[in-house]
């Protein structure tokens, strides 16, 4: 995957996550809508994104690149971490994580 520069919040519209299992094989991992955040996890475990995010219709989205994100949310990153942890629309990102799908290629 790419390196994650950017944290998005959904203001507007619905996304949806696609990954890739062992067999490398696409497959929808969850979906966002208004007021989720995507992004923010690549910055909690400092690696690469492990995902792509489709838009399924119109979207507006804010941005916030990763050294503002570092320096605004770090007394935050605790409670995102458990979130990430316990979250059944994660279950796709700990999985890769851990080494049980398929990394997503950079473009």
């Not at 503002?68 to 316990?86: N, S, T, W």
């Amino acid at each position: 995957g790419d390196d994650g520069l950017w944290f998005y919040i959904v203001v507007e519209g619905d996304v949806e996550v696609y990954g890739r299992d062992a067999e490398k094989q696409v497959k929808k991992v969850c979906e966002f809508t208004v007021g989720d955040c995507v992004g923010e996890l690549e910055f909690i475990n400092n690696h690469k994104c492990v995902a792509d995010v489709v838009a399924k219709g119109p979207v507006r989205t804010a941005k916030m690149h990763r050294h503002h994100f570092e320096q605004c949310m770090g007394p935050i990153v605790d409670i995102l971490k458990r979130a990430a942890d316990a979250l059944e629309k994660y279950e796709y990102y700990r999985e890769t994580l851990q080494g049980k799908n398929a990394p997503v290629e950079s473009t």
